[in-house]
């Protein structure tokens, strides 16, 4: 079985990489920044079950060399992980001096960075028999559920993730690939540029519930896609 994390340097990413290899998966673990070597260390401890590439899923250039090298080295793909992220301004708020620029950023990677990898790799997946693709969305996308007064990139392109995941579903159900939308918890990573000492979840226990509600659990191919948290929980669009 092979499968595909991006943003696997360090936080859910890694601890996906890490499980899946352990679940017996072939594991391309794409990382943003060369001079994280967390994933270096992970793939030295599973000899033969992982190649590690670069990947900036902003870039359409790195998106391209990244899908061509995987569709070189791998038969299929049975299961893309959408994981990387940012998170972008958290503070100001309707009336600020917004910087649509910074939102801009942020939409490329986490909305359009997403359907980037999904694209490239849409036919990869065809090929496997699993056809899954996983998008690690966020609560934040939840436009029912909406709650906060800023973080404006962030909920906008977790919610344009939201779309784009329902858009590929409706394309590929007829291919039998099967899309998920899943918010990981309150996990304790560095996201917000130090470890977030307020968040309950680890990044352990938020990649065994990612791939427990995934993997472990029968899913009817929707549309939209289901929109799960980390435990398996409906959430609203
Ligand atoms: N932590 C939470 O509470 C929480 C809640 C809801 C949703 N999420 C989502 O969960 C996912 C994982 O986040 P995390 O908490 O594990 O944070 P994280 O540790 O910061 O992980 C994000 C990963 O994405 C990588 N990345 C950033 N920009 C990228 C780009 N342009 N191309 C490719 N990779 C890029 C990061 O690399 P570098 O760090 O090396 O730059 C990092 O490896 C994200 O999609 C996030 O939105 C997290």
Known sequence: MYALVTGA???????????LAERGYFVTACRFDEKETAIDELAAAHPGQMQVLNLNIGDDES?????????????????LINNAGILGD?????????DFDEMLGVI???????????NA?????????????????????????????????YCLSKSANNMQGALVQNALKKQGVLVLQIHPGHVATYMRGHLDTTASVTPEESAAGILRTALDTPHELSCPPAYLDFQGNVLRY
């Open 9 to 19: 340097d360090h936080g859910v990413g890694l601890a996906l990489a890490g499980q």
């Open 108 to 118: 490329n990677v986490n909305a359009l960075g997403t359907l980037r990898v999904t």
């Open 121 to 153: 790799l849409a036919s990869h997946v065809c090929r496997s028999t699993q056809k899954m693709i996983v998008n690690i969305s966020s609560e934040a996308g939840s436009i029912q559920d909406c709650w906060r007064e800023g973080w404006f990139g």
């Open 63 to 79: 998106v391209r060399l990244m899908a061509q090298t995987v569709t070189a080295s791998t038969p299929c793909l049975d299961l």
């Open 90 to 98: 958290m503070t100001r708020t309707v009336g600020d001096d917004l």
